[in-house]
């Protein structure tokens, strides 16, 4: 591994886009958390993002959530 970095963001001034300020909030129940992966192996980057929630995600969150696979699932429909 020549170059690899991780980022790991929180809440919702955080996990609105990439490269957010670091801040000393800590993390809450229901917080929305991104983790981002990036390994460069053999000179080539790959990714791993996982989004997760602290505790339970709330009924609007899965709803978003729904949404979002919906329109993926429609896509790849597009694309066959």
Not at 13 to 26: I, L, Q
Not at 46 to 75: C, I, K, P, Q, Y
Request: proline letters at 4%.
């Amino acid at each position: 591994l020549m170059d690899t970095w991780t980022w790991f963001q929180s809440g919702p001034e955080n996990t609105d886009g990439a490269h957010n300020p670091v801040t000393s909030r800590a993390v809450q129940d229901g917080d929305i958390l991104s983790l981002n992966c990036f390994p460069m192996i053999s000179g080539y980057y790959t990714a791993l993002e996982r989004t997760l929630f602290m505790g339970h995600a709330s009924d609007e969150h899965l709803r978003v959530w729904n949404a979002n696979v919906e329109v993926h699932e429609r896509g790849l429909e597009l694309i066959q």
